[in-house]
């Protein structure tokens, strides 16, 4: 595969995963982190970027069939986990937390437009972006992914150039990389890797030659090579953003989560340039949204109604009910999507090492340990919330 090719495929990997949560989170935690930001950096890029590598890679392993590949953990824990992570991925999260970002973007510049004619106009977007399949990567590789990174890596370097105050911080070292190695989690890019995998070793297989195809060992080792491109990419932006936020902590210190991007663009390129950070984040939500969809609508097709309705069918029952979901708002979307993310995603990464294990070393365990992580898991975050859940039952109990 010529290595144009490769890069190509890592700005796709780039451009799917890098949404709502990879401009936000980064960003919180920079500024946040103040001088204690490279520990928190170092947390963050374990969990946002080196574990969602190795679900790529292990995931590639068996062909990109995500089916195939949590079913390893026993058929019903491996349907709960693909459903869990598909409504994550899909209308219950991260979807429509990427159109909810992308109407902050644009509502700074055009504050008549509400939430819903925003989603609606962006309903259509996606849908004919969509509508084929095969067209999701070459969209991600050729189009999104380039311009995305351009625009990025402007905005991060006169961020680094320009003079500022961090904000002073209470985290110590650990404290801080505790608070990024938990907001790693909350970007999703594990989940996304994991279910991406399938569209990449497709477009994989469209640039290799005929007699090439069944190579499984060829395609896994195209795939990490993609993977690495991308996942460095991630890593730089991420470095980038969390630095430029700690260095203007005192002037980001009351500014909205959503809005800190642009704020952050405003002070080191001047009120004009907004507009540039504000494509940005548009750009950015708005091709993870139609990466998310894609896979969403394949995965209600093919796996939720067994073939039994056609691609394009589930394909506008789930842009209708992104559309349903995006007036949560991105604070209303969080509290749905954080505690399952906290609950289920130990137990991914553990089935995720566990099926590269299987692979490499023939390990047989992956059901114990799987299930052991996600109960030993349950039981902690249970102990965690104890006082929230006794209010809640109280109340419900009258």
Not at 23 to 33: F, K
Not at 171 to 194: E, M, Q
Not at 262 to 271: Q, R, W
Request: aromatic share 10%; proline share 3%; glycine share 10%.
């Amino acid at each position: 595969m010529q290595t144009s090719r490769l890069i190509q495929l890592g700005l796709a990997i780039f451009a799917m995963l890098f949404g709502a949560g990879n401009v936000v989170y980064p960003l919180c935690l920079g500024r946040d982190a103040g001088s204690m930001v490279m520990f928190a950096v170092i947390g963050f890029i374990i969990t946002g970027v080196v574990v969602p590598l190795i679900g790529l890679v292990s995931a590639a392993l068996f062909n990109g069939d995500y089916k195939k590949f949590l079913g390893m953990a026993g058929r019903w824990p491996g349907m709960i986990i693909a459903f869990i992570c598909m409504l994550l991925l899909g209308p219950l999260g991260a979807t429509p937390r990427c159109i909810t970002l992308a109407h902050g973007a644009v509502h700074w510049h055009l504050p008549t437009i509400s939430l819903f004619v925003f989603s609606l106009i962006t309903a259509v977007l996606i849908f004919f972006s969509t509508i084929r399949r095969s067209m999701v990567v070459e969209l991600m590789g050729k189009v999104f992914g380039p311009i995305k990174l351009v625009l990025l890596f402007i905005i991060i370097t006169l961020g680094l150039l320009a003079t500022a105050a961090p904000l002073t911080t209470v985290l110590t070292g650990s404290t801080a990389f505790a608070r990024g190695f938990a907001d790693g989690y909350l970007t999703l890019d594990l989940i996304g890797t994991i279910f991406f995998s399938a569209l990449i070793i497709r477009s994989i297989r469209t640039s290799m030659k005929p007699e090439e195809r069944d190579d499984q060992a060829a395609i896994a080792w195209y795939g990490l090579k993609a993977g690495v491109i991308g996942g460095s990419l991630l890593g730089l932006v991420y470095v980038g953003f969390s630095f430029a936020a700690a260095k203007h902590g005192i002037a980001l210190e009351f500014v909205d989560k959503t809005e800190l991007l642009s704020a952050l663009a405003e002070m080191v390129l001047g009120a004009r340039a907004s507009i540039l950070a504000n494509i940005t984040t548009t750009i950015a939500c708005l091709s993870t949204a139609i990466a998310l969809t894609a896979v969403f609508a394949e995965y209600m097709a093919s796996e939720l109604f067994g073939g039994r309705i056609k691609y394009i069918h589930a394909l506008v029952v789930t842009v209708v009910m992104n559309l349903a979901m995006t007036n949560l708002g991105f604070s209303g979307l969080a509290h749905v999507m954080e505690p399952l993310v906290v609950v289920c995603y130990p137990a991914l990464i553990v089935l995720s090492l566990a099926n590269a294990a299987h692979v490499f070393w023939r390990f047989n365990y992956i059901k114990e340990v799987v299930i052991g992580t996600l109960l030993i898991n349950l039981v902690v975050t249970g102990m965690k919330h104890a006082p929230e859940i006794k209010t809640m039952l109280a109340a419900l109990l009258g």
